[in-house]
């Protein structure tokens, strides 16, 4: 079975900072896609970031980087220069080989302060 | 660029009643999935077409089902509801590839229909 764990609920950064958000993932599968998708309070589901298991190279697009650890099984965000509408919630999603649902985790809250 | 479309937005319903979810996928995208998210919770996978057939099924109740029709736009039907039904219901789309690995398959979602139950 599949399983993403986000163990940060709630997290504080301040404006023009860089902040990291962790997830660790477990899959038999041996090969997967690791996402990162950003709710804000209007609800819309924004994908970010995209890590496939085989890529050799961590995953960077713009202020969004993936720090991809294959053997610790982890694939934290890592956001640079915070800006005040990053404040949403944060989920980690992972698709595997088997099947190409998503599988979310619990989220991380962000709250970045001026 | 266009977005996956939903309709409706916000749809207010009473117990028993039923609701009917439209789904209008990315232009080309090949591949719908529905998820539900409650109130507080992560989004729940409940079933994916591929080419107008089912593809995977998840946590979809038996008052729930699910049709891709030839211009790949996707409907959920929702009968008896339930007071706990109430959520936001996404649709997302992807360009499937499940014949190899090229493709990265990301699901990009639409803006939600938020499902009231009364």
């Known amino acids: 079975a599949q399983k993403i764990t986000q163990t940060q609920p709630g997290m504080f950064v301040q404006e023009k900072e860089a902040v990291t958000l962790d997830c660790t993932y477990d899959t038999s599968d041996p090969s997967y896609g690791l996402f990162w998708y950003k709710q804000p309070s209007s609800g819309e589901m924004i994908f970010l970031i995209y890590q496939g298991s085989y890529d050799q190279q961590n995953a960077t697009e713009g202020r969004y980087s993936l720090n991809f650890q294959k053997a610790r099984k982890s694939a934290n965000l890592v956001i640079s220069a915070s800006q005040l509408g990053d404040s949403a919630m944060y989920f980690c999603?992972?698709?595997?080989?088997?099947?190409?649902?998503?599988?979310f985790g619990s989220g991380t809250r962000l709250l970045v302060r001026p | 660029a266009a977005g996956v479309i939903q309709s409706p937005r916000h749809l207010i319903k009473e117990k028993r009643e039923t609701a009917t979810l439209k789904c209008y996928p990315i232009?080309?995208?090949?591949?719908v999935y529905w998820y539900q998210q409650g109130p507080g919770q992560d989004p729940q996978f409940l079933i994916s077409f591929y080419e107008k057939m089912q593809s995977d099924k998840g946590s979809i109740p038996d008052r729930f089902s699910a049709q891709q029709f030839s211009d790949y736009h996707s409907e959920l039907n929702m009968s008896s509801l339930e007071l706990g039904d109430s959520a936001l219901y996404f649709c997302a789309s992807s360009l499937g590839n499940f014949e190899g690995r090229g493709s990265t398959d990301t699901q990009y979602f639409g803006p939600g229909t938020r499902l009231t139950v009364l």
């Open positions: 232009p080309r995208h090949d591949t």
């Open positions: 999603a992972m698709r595997g080989d088997s099947s190409y649902k998503l599988i």
